[in-house]
């Protein structure tokens, strides 16, 4: 769990920080407000009290009225793991990118040596002010960290530059920033979703996978600042990575993962691959009269990459109704992994296009060494400590 101190500064979008601390706190981080004096005409402190469950901070004089041997700055950013300031304004970049500390947030900031991320918000033409770029241009050289604010309605009415990035952009770049970089140099290849197979022009077969357990395997080796190649299937779950490429057969599949195999230090086969291939009718089939489908089995990505894997890391998913632990132990066997997933689709809301999975991640030696439900997410990391 990290302590995440949380600057509020006066814009309209302060309110957006009762989002933020949620999301935060559902992911067992503890949240500290230091408001700003502007801030507190948008947000009060007592909502925000009320949904980070601790006190709120917002006067830099505090020791005169109330003594204690802590001296409050000094503290507060002694005793966090990261601040963010969000909404931040063009203000507080202005008097940080100065040197000024002429209240509790900036003196904070200041005094700090942990990781500072800002996420702007402010009106079109305060953002495209030359003297805020050259703030922004200086801080960045200096370590701090931006989440720019993207194109939107704004307070004032235009639509444009400056409204602050979405809460769930902000959470996980927070997020990414908190993480100890333990995948730093190490180029993971991901193979994800579904493939489709052409019937014809308009039809065609595939699975239930819906790509989000490869979503988050993408994001949480992102985090652990691994160099991400992710090949998916049909989905609709793109992860920010280093190179994205799409496809849709299986063969499809097999071709951009052997181009890729050999940058590889890790390959995770997550992809829900289908196991036939069908031979494509050109045209839309009549549906007047009766046809039979010819199915041609796939190649097996997974074996031919276990085949030649010189001393990569190989991890393989297993969809299996039930825990068949042989029949895994068997596919780790033939196709040469070091862990595989067993992805027990039987339960009723785990599994395909669900949130949740329920797994037993074996290692080489065939060896039970997680086993347990949960969300993707969350899934995603115990999956990667493994590998670690
Ligand atoms: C209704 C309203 C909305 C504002 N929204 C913003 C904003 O989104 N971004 C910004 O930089 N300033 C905004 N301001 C101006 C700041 O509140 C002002 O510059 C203030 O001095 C910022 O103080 P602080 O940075 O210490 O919180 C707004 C002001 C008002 C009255």
Not at 114 to 128: H, I, R
Not at 159 to 170: A, L, N, P, S
Not at 252 to 281: E, Y
Request: hydrophobic share 40%.
């Amino acid at each position: 769990m990290a302590k995440i101190l949380l600057g509020i500064t006066g814009s309209i979008a302060a309110y957006k920080a009762c989002d933020i601390i949620r999301e935060l706190k559902k992911k067992d981080n503890e949240i500290i407000c230091v408001l700003t004096a502007s801030a507190k005409e948008f947000i009060t402190p007592l909502t925000l009290a009320t949904l980070s469950e601790n006190p709120v901070y917002d006067d830099m004089f505090y020791l005169s009225k109330n003594y204690s041997l802590k001296i409050q700055h000094i503290d507060l950013s002694r005793n966090s793991d990261l601040i963010l300031i969000a909404p931040a304004t063009a203000n507080i970049i202005g008097k940080i990118a100065s040197g000024i500390a002429d209240d509790l947030l900036t003196t904070i900031i200041m005094a700090s040596k942990k990781p500072v991320l800002f996420a702007p918000a402010m009106n079109e033409n305060m953002w495209n002010n030359p003297i805020v770029k050259e703030n922004v241009e200086k801080l960045k050289k200096l370590g701090y960290k931006f989440i720019e604010p993207k194109k939107g309605l704004l307070a004032c009415g235009d639509y444009g530059e400056g409204h602050i990035e979405d809460t769930e952009k902000i959470v996980r770049e927070t997020l990414f920033l908190l993480k100890k970089k333990t995948l730093k140099n190490k180029n993971v290849l991901i193979l994800s979703g579904p493939t489709i197979e052409k019937i014809d022009d308009v039809r065609y077969i595939t699975n239930a996978s819906s790509g989000k357990t490869g979503y988050f395997l993408a994001n949480e080796a992102k985090a652990r600042g691994a160099k991400v190649t992710f090949i998916t299937g049909k989905t609709v779950f793109f992860p920010d990575v280093d190179i994205l490429e799409k496809v849709e057969s299986a063969e499809d599949m097999f071709k951009a993962a052997v181009k890729n195999f050999d940058w590889a230090d890790i390959i995770i086969g997550a992809a829900a691959v289908g196991d036939f291939t069908v031979k494509k009718i050109s045209g839309k089939i009549s549906r007047k009269k009766e046809i039979k489908l010819d199915l041609k089995p796939t190649k097996d990505i997974l074996e031919f990459l276990g085949k030649n894997k010189q001393n990569k890391k190989i991890i393989g998913f297993s969809a299996e109704v039930g825990n068949n632990l042989n029949r895994a132990r068997e596919k780790l066997k033939r196709k040469n992994l070091d862990f595989i997933v067993i992805n027990d689709i039987s339960r009723k809301n785990y599994g395909f296009e669900s949130d949740y999975n329920n797994i037993t991640i074996l290692n080489n030696k065939g060896k039970v060494i997680f086993k347990g439900g949960g969300t993707k997410e969350n899934l995603a990391c115990k999956i990667l400590d493994c590998i670690e």
